[in-house]
């Protein structure tokens, strides 16, 4: 198996984009991203594109032949991966693997979703989807529902507050008011998280990601070239993944997500590191009770602790652990198809030291941690400076 | 949500009468039904298993922001409950107010509609939860 770097990265502002269709968004984050490669278009292999539900969202699918042709890249294999919000993360590992099994040289990865053409109830139905459509969706039980159950599991078991899950929000949007890129730019408080609206009880709107369109691309390369393309190629380290049953209810604990553990063990194995290596983290904060879990699961945190310390502060930006520097899900915007690309595009800037505001001072290990659904998909990557 | 006859059709057993299963391989009891235990794999031997419909809430929650078709239920109870048999099963809860909804409080399966299609279309039934009172 060959080594695999990142040698470009590129991601279209997240929020929502009225005036740029699926096509437009891709190609602004994709021409950002052979650019900052320097690569041209005829040295592209192939292509992987992660996209949850472009058929519910635009009509449109077949989205990943349509993005190679968008950048410009003439004739190469193209294929769609679907793993509902893990889509992007689970295209960049396609992306690894067949650059590791030296089947294609130079790939492209990219993640897209437009959702806000279609009214909220229409993306709640297809969101809905990434559960078990004949035994959650069919009773009206939504996706913020599925986490809301677990959120009422973990308060039960753990003695998690409200207040502090508000906190994983406050964080969040502090750190999205650095990224340029980020949906929100706007701080708020543990106050008005606890008096926004609820939409699942115990959750509320500032606890619940939001509606986004978007786009992320990542280039992949064997590292023993990548320098020929970029001075500071980004290693990936580990790229690991793991599934379980789409229904919540068909799992043994609301207050785990064992793909995610599964995932996590191995990452650390493949890259032979430890927890405490890694101080800059991209996490699936859907909501912020997920934040809180993967926490778990990853192994930062004993369980039915993680919550308490980042009420304490231990995940700001440039504490131990910086956990989501882009804002995350929740500040950064989360369009489904793209995020698991996104966090991949922070952790390379923050690990070459291009995050600006929101830069982690000692940035040398860095994790992303993807989720589909209410956990029946986990996929995980660590990577690492390679200059 | 989508034109829900087909599978509302197909589901109906465990949707009208808790008809889940059971792999006599190892008594490992499954609701909904499915067809190759996960346990046993292909020493699967499953059978029909119908639930008492008696449990105990594990979690609960109130949903406000409902996908299409529940539009005019909401806001609605939702519980997951821990079946006597083994199983959670994920649910309506109804005649309880809000106060009243407690982790570990025993409930009951009873049948009730669930949704119209339509002003004059076709109604829904499935099952739902309701507190034993004690
Ligand atoms: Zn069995």
């Known amino acids: 198996m060959r080594k695999v770097a990142i040698i470009g990265v590129g991601l279209s502002k997240f929020g929502e984009r009225w005036e740029l269709g699926l096509k437009e968004l891709m190609a602004e984050a994709g021409l950002m991203a052979i650019q900052d490669a320097n690569i041209s278009s005829h040295q592209v292999d192939a292509i992987y594109g992660g996209t949850m539900s472009p058929g519910r969202f635009v009509g449109q699918e077949h989205v990943a032949a349509l993005l190679a042709d968008q950048l410009g890249f003439h004739n190469i294999p193209a294929t769609r991966v679907e793993n509902a919000c893990a889509s992007g993360g689970t295209a960049l590992r396609q992306g690894f693997i067949s650059v590791a099994s030296g089947i294609h040289d130079i790939v492209v990865v990219g993640g897209v979703e437009k959702m806000t053409d279609v009214p909220l109830s229409d993306a709640t139905t297809a969101l809905g989807g990434a559960g078990d459509q004949e035994l959650e969706l069919s009773q009206g039980i939504t996706f913020p529902g599925l986490y809301a159950l677990m959120a009422r599991r973990h308060m039960h078991e753990y003695g998690t507050t409200e207040e502090q899950l508000a906190s994983v929000a406050v964080k969040n949007h502090d750190n999205a008011y650095k990224n340029p890129f980020a949906q929100f730019h706007k701080r708020i408080t543990i106050d008005e998280v606890m008096k926004s609206k609820v939409v699942a009880d115990p959750l509320k709107v500032l606890d619940s990601s939001p509606i986004s369109d978007g786009a992320a691309v990542a280039v992949l390369a064997p590292l023993e070239i990548a320098r020929k393309f970029n001075e500071v190629p980004i290693e990936i380290l580990a790229s690991t993944q793991a599934s379980d049953s789409l229904s919540l209810s068909e799992r043994s604990s609301f207050t785990e997500i064992k793909a995610t553990q599964i995932a996590a063990k191995k990452a650390f194995e493949q890259a032979k590191v430890s927890q405490k290596d890694i101080n800059v983290l991209e996490v699936h904060d859907c909501f912020t009770i997920a934040e809180i879990i993967a926490l778990e699961d990853m192994g930062f945190f004993k369980k039915g602790e993680a919550a308490k310390a980042t009420a304490n502060g231990e995940t700001v930006l440039n504490s131990k652990l910086s956990v989501n520097t882009s804002g995350g899900l929740k500040g950064c915007g989360h369009p489904v198809g793209a995020t698991g690309v996104k966090q991949a595009v922070e952790i390379v800037w923050q690990l070459r030291g291009q995050a600006k505001d929101r830069q982690v001072s000692n940035a040398n290990i860095g994790m992303t941690h993807n989720v589909g659904g209410s956990g029946a998909t986990s996929v995980i990557h660590i990577m690492k400076r390679a200059d | ?134």
């Open chain 2, 1 to 134: 949500m989508e034109k829900p006859s087909a599978s509302m059709w197909r589901r109906i057993k465990s949707r009208y009468n808790l008809v889940g299963s059971i792999c006599k391989t190892c008594n490992t009891v499954y609701f909904p039904s499915r067809t190759v235990c996960r346990k046993c794999g292909r020493n699967t031997k499953m059978e029909d298993s119908t639930l008492s419909g008696l449990g105990e809430v594990y979690s609960f929650t109130k949903i406000y922001t409902p996908p299409e078709g529940f539009k005019d239920v909401a806001p609605y109870n939702i519980v997951a409950v821990k079946m006597k048999e083994g199983p959670i099963v994920e649910g309506h809860l109804v005649n309880a107010s809000k106060d009243n909804i407690k982790i570990g409080m025993k409930v009951k399966a009873i049948f009730r509609k669930m949704l119209t299609e339509g002003d004059e279309g076709l109604i829904f039934y499935h099952f739902k939860f309701e507190p034993i009172s004690v």
